[in-house]
């Protein structure tokens, strides 16, 4: 079973921080790489804010 991490992620102006924007992929507080799909639901669930959200890597699909 995998340990749910604690959901760092939430809407806002992310995307248009060009600073933010130069900072690698891995080192962003709302990226969590290889989490399953029931830990990545169990997590967002147990954290129910509006807006909240993660970004992790494709259980099926390599790359995506």
Not at 3 to 21: I, Q, R, Y
Not at 36 to 43: D, L, Q, V, Y
Request: glycine share 10%; aromatic share 6%; with cysteine.
């Amino acid at each position: 079973m995998e340990t749910v991490p604690k959901v760092a992620g939430s809407a806002g102006n992310h995307l248009l921080d060009t600073e933010k924007c130069k900072t690698p992929l891995e080192k962003q507080k709302w990226y969590f790489g290889k989490l399953g799909r029931a830990a990545a639901e169990e997590c967002l669930n147990h954290n129910m804010k509006v807006g909240t959200f993660l970004i992790r890597d494709s259980d099926s699909t390599v790359g995506k």
